[in-house]
């Protein structure tokens, strides 16, 4: 997973575009797997886990938008 990542960042990079990670959404934080993702494998989200991934997301591009 982290290798696939890795590549998709760095071809994201190097064609000027803004990498945003929505694994960070989760990083440090207490979140229990059987919250975000069904059936608690961590696969695809469950409704509260896009929820929490897409305010992660806005905040992310609030936060690019003002570097401007």
């Known amino acids: 997973f982290l290798n696939l990542k890795s590549k998709v960042k760095k071809i994201a990079e190097d064609n000027d575009f803004i990498f945003i990670d929505g694994y960070d959404a989760f990083i440090g934080s207490n979140k ?37």
Do not use: C, Q
Not at 33 to 59: M, Q, R
């Open 32 to 68: 229990n797997v059987n919250k975000v993702f069904h059936y608690g494998l961590p696969t695809h989200f469950n409704e509260y886990g896009y929820n929490l991934t897409a305010k992660h997301i806005s905040e992310s591009i609030v936060r690019i938008d003002k570097k401007k």
